[in-house]
């Protein structure tokens, strides 16, 4: 556990999410013997799934242990709704793997892929090691952001920068697009581009 201790990068960050409340879930595996006293050593706010709070090789309460399934979560998110609980965390049986659901500002639980998790954990490294405010300046040219509504790889609270550091954004969601906008809207995209390019400097 002291070694644990060393790992974390931002003390301070710990100490303002101390209101976060998560659900863990160990899916019948060994996650609880380590995930659950490091949770409680730093001082993180959490409940455990207790049909999953059991080692038990038959995984009787999921169809398959893989927390990237948003099936072994159910119990989780289940348990998240009714205490109002802003991430479910949950480890495979070996404890190598980790998926995870967050609550989206409309109030549901959205399971984020590992790709999704990695490129986070990846961006919180980087952005420790190197704080933004040296590294990050507002963008001071025009930016045009298309991105299609029915995305569901990137959310609009990602896709849409903030004014802060975009000052001059033109945004446009397209309504029948997905994450391939240019192929589901080619025309709306070639005239948004376009309009874009003649009137950047307006």
């Not at 029915?150 to 004014?163: F, N, S, T, W």
Request: proline share 7%.
């Amino acid at each position: 556990m002291e070694r644990l201790e060393t790992l974390i990068l931002d003390r301070g960050l710990i100490e303002r999410t101390r209101d976060l409340k998560i659900v863990y879930t160990p899916i019948h595996g060994t996650g609880g013997v380590i995930v659950k006293p490091m949770l409680r050593k730093i001082g993180l706010n959490f409940s455990v799934v207790p049909e999953q709070d059991q080692f038990d090789g038959r995984f009787p309460t999921v169809k398959s242990p893989n927390p990237e399934n948003a099936e072994a979560l159910n119990l989780g998110i289940s348990l998240a709704q009714k205490q109002n609980a802003d991430l479910v965390v949950a480890t495979d049986p070996d404890c190598d793997r980790m998926g995870v659901a967050v609550r989206t500002s409309s109030g549901e639980m959205k399971l984020l892929s590992g790709n999704q998790i990695g490129s986070l954990l990846a961006w919180y490294r980087a952005m420790i090691q190197r704080p933004t405010h040296t590294r990050w300046k507002p963008i001071d040219k025009p930016v045009q952001v298309i991105w299609g509504e029915k995305d569901r790889y990137l959310l609009r609270e990602i896709a849409e920068p903030e004014r802060e550091w975009v000052p001059d954004l033109r945004f446009a969601p397209i309504p029948e697009a997905s994450h391939w906008v240019h192929a589901d809207a080619p025309d709306r995209v070639n005239a948004l581009l376009l309009d874009f390019l003649r009137n950047r400097d307006r």
